[in-house]
């Protein structure tokens, strides 16, 4: 492939946003059809930090959005998931994937985190469990502890939601789909779980554009 037709995703997401884990077949197919000339690249954007309420995992909006859009599209897109018994705050959680991002395994750790909550209900805040989840994929126990106790990659997620507000994303996931050489400034957003045949619409038109200017 041409270098200058490669395009890249920044994809804003929450570990406790179901519509986050429902875009991951989308991007599976993206890799399916274009290989490396597409990356996706995750950045961290917590829903509700301190000390914005959590949602009440029991209370009428998120069942009534989980039986009219989440259950549904889950079953369109073959993802098996559930509504947790606990709604937790997530900055952990995404702290815990940039330190798996730092060794090489952050895929492993990004779909094991969605896994542990939309799968098995496991409370992302609890670092216990983060430690499970680190371990089960080969990360070091007590190396994952410290840098969660001591906030060695706070700087980073809190970093990526600042550009996200500078950007004007408010909610997730958040697609910004570009030229791999251009600022996120020219993407263009999709906002939302997005079908393929949009995503992909967008990503060829980045890539037909980057053909004409070169």
Not at 163 to 175: C, D, E, M, R, T
Not at 180 to 187: I, M, Q, R, T, V
Request: charged letters at 30%; hydrophobic letters at 40%.
């Amino acid at each position: 492939m041409i270098e200058e037709n490669r395009v890249q995703i920044d994809v804003w997401s929450d570990y406790v946003c179901p519509f986050c884990y429902l875009e991951e077949p989308i991007f599976e197919q993206l890799r399916q059809e274009y290989g490396d000339t597409v990356q996706v690249v995750w950045r961290a954007f917590e829903l509700r930090p301190d000390p914005i309420p959590t949602l009440d995992p029991q209370g009428e909006y998120l069942r009534t959005t989980w039986e009219r859009a989440v259950y549904p599209m889950a079953k369109e897109r073959g993802v098996t998931l559930r509504l947790p018994p606990v709604q937790p705050r997530s900055r952990k959680a995404l702290e815990a994937a940039e330190f798996a991002r730092d060794r090489g395994c952050f895929e492993a750790m990004h779909h094991a985190l969605f896994r542990a909550f939309f799968e098995d209900g496991l409370d992302l805040n609890n670092t216990d469990i983060l430690l499970e989840v680190g371990a089960s994929i080969g990360l070091d126990r007590d190396a994952l502890r410290t840098a969660l106790e001591a906030g060695q990659h706070t700087e980073r997620v809190v970093s990526d939601q600042s550009l996200a507000h500078k950007l004007n994303i408010s909610g997730v996931p958040a697609l910004l789909i570009h030229q791999a050489d251009e600022p996120l400034e020219k993407a263009v957003l999709l906002s939302g779980a997005q079908p393929y045949e949009t995503v992909r619409t967008v990503v060829e038109r980045v890539r037909h554009k980057a053909r004409s200017l070169g």
